[in-house]
């Protein structure tokens, strides 16, 4: 009789050993894994983004900078233009 209820507590642990390993098989199966060589690399898509957008940034900035001084070449003309008299500048 001791034996059968060896058998019993064997076969359970069996069983439950039996479900463990399914459910760890399942969850490896449920994500499909992609070779690194068909992955695009992560890291030289975003230097190339960076490096658009850093190109952007100097685009823009020469921009502002040309800008900036077209309108400071202006106010100081206007300035020099108001404080002298209009019979003078010619």
Known sequence: MASS???QAVVLLLALQL???GAA???HE????IPAES???V????FE???????DLKKTAFNLDARTETLV???ERRALCDCMPTNSLR
């Open 5 to 7: 209820g060896y058998v």
């Open 25 to 27: 098989d399942a969850d």
């Open 49 to 55: 983004f960076m490096q658009r957008a850093l190109q």
């Open 30 to 33: 449920t994500g499909t894994v």
């Open 43 to 46: 890291d030289c898509h975003a």
């Open 39 to 41: 992955r695009p690399c």
């Open 19 to 21: 479900v463990c390993v």
């Open 73 to 75: 070449l202006r106010t």
